[in-house]
Nanobody, 127 residues
Framework: EEQLVESGGGLVQPGGSLRLSCGAS????????MAWVRRAPGKGLEWVSA????????YYADSVKGRSTISRDNAKNTLYLQMNNLKTEDTAVYYC????????????????????WGQGTQVTVSS
C-alpha cells in the first residue's frame, strides 16, 4: 500500500524555522516528482513547493520563495521542506503528494484525488 507520512510540524514563533519531512513507502519514490501542498484555515489547497524525481528543478510559490528549500533523499525515500523566517500566514496543514509531472503545479490548483497524499502535519506560526 502506498503511504506518505509527514512529520516536523508544530508551533513556532514568527521568524522561526521548521523542517518538514515526508517518508514514503509502498511505491517507487525515486520515480515520482513530489510536492508540498498546504491548506490554511478557511482556504483551499495551495501549492507550496515541488521537486523533480532526481532532486532538480525546484519550484516555489511566491508566498514562500526565498524562505523555503525543498529537497529529497531518494536513498531514504524522504522528502523535506526547510522553512525559515516563518510568518503567521504560513499557518496551515502541510501535505506531501506525488505529482504526475512538474507541470501539474502550474496547471491548476492541487487535487487531493490525484496521486498519493499524506495525512498532513500542522504548522502553527504564532507569538
Amino acid at each position: 500500500e502506498e503511504q506518505l507520512v509527514e512529520s516536523g510540524g508544530g508551533l513556532v514563533q514568527p521568524g522561526g524555522s521548521l523542517r518538514l519531512s515526508c517518508g514514503a513507502s509502498g511505491f517507487t519514490f525515486r520515480a515520482y516528482d513530489m510536492a508540498w501542498v498546504r491548506r490554511a484555515p478557511g482556504k483551499g489547497l495551495e501549492w507550496v513547493s515541488a521537486i523533480s524525481m532526481d532532486g532538480g528543478n525546484p519550484y516555489y510559490a511566491d508566498s514562500v520563495k526565498g524562505r523555503s528549500t525543498i529537497s529529497r533523499d531518494n536513498a531514504k525515500n524522504t522528502l523535506y521542506l526547510q522553512m525559515n523566517n516563518l510568518k503567521t500566514e504560513d499557518t496551515a496543514v502541510y501535505y506531501c503528494a506525488t505529482l504526475r509531472d512538474l507541470l501539474q503545479v502550474v496547471s491548476g490548483p492541487p487535487d487531493a484525488s490525484r496521486g498519493f497524499w499524506g495525512q498532513g502535519t500542522q504548522v502553527t506560526v504564532s507569538s
